[in-house]
T-cell receptor, first 110, second 112 residues
């Protein structure tokens, strides 16, 4: 069974304090790994898709990387507006079903 | 450009009542999905529609039915609501299967 584990469950950072969020996965055949951001009371918002080990994507203060077993979302010099829950999901092509992790709640203090 | 629009935003039902959650997208996407999100659990797929005219079960379809009314609209029906269906329901769409999802802002459903 496909599994996605995100860690830590919650992370509190000071503004400017860089860190990384982890998404580890156990799947039979990866066809894509997705990162989403979810603000309270809103639907998830797409951030990145990664397809193969070694791939990297960047957007503003965020950089996503992928290995054969895990993905990292690196946050450089975060700001309070980066506070949100970050979701990771994997697509194995099995009926095109995405398996989502439980999310990491990030809080950035000014 | 509204994206994915869900109605209603909030709903309270009594056990045994029925209701339909509505979803519409204006991005000309082919695929549409219904997910539920519960505390401490990841998003779980209820049903999806790969293209107009097709629907398929996801991970947790029991107690739900869906209708792909046209390319824009995908509705989710609860025939006889149960307290276990208390959740936040998200509709999503994508250009095709496997491409990134675009989500609505959810319907918060409470069944008493």
């Amino acid at each position: 069974e496909d599994q996605v584990t995100q860690s830590p469950e919650a992370l509190r950072l000071q503004e400017g304090e860089s860190s990384s969020l982890n998404c580890s996965y156990t799947v039979s055949g990866l066809r894509g790994l997705f990162w989403y951001r979810q603000d309270p009371g809103k639907g998830p918002e797409f951030l990145f898709t990664l397809y193969s080990a070694g791939e990297e994507k960047e957007k503003e203060r965020l950089k996503a990387t992928l290995t054969k077993k895990e993905s990292f979302l690196h946050i450089t010099a975060p700001k309070p507006e980066d506070s949100a829950t970050y979701l990771c999901a994997v697509n194995t092509g099995a009926n095109s079903k995405l398996t989502f992790g439980k999310g990491i709640t990030l809080s950035v203090r000014p | 450009n509204a994206g994915v629009t869900q109605t209603p935003k909030f709903q309270v039902l009594k056990t045994g009542q029925s209701m339909t959650l509505q979803c519409a997208q204006d991005m000309n996407h082919n695929s549409m999905y219904w997910y539920r999100q519960d505390p401490g659990m990841g998003l779980r797929l209820i049903y999806y529609s790969a293209s107009e005219g097709t629907t398929d079960k996801g991970e947790v379809p029991n107690g739900y039915n869906v209708s792909r009314l046209n390319k824009r609209e995908f509705s989710l029906r609860l025939e006889s609501a149960a307290p276990s269906q208390t959740s936040v329901y998200f509709c999503a769409s994508s250009e095709v299967l496997d491409s990134p999802l675009h989500f609505g802002n959810g319907t918060r459903l409470t069944v008493t």
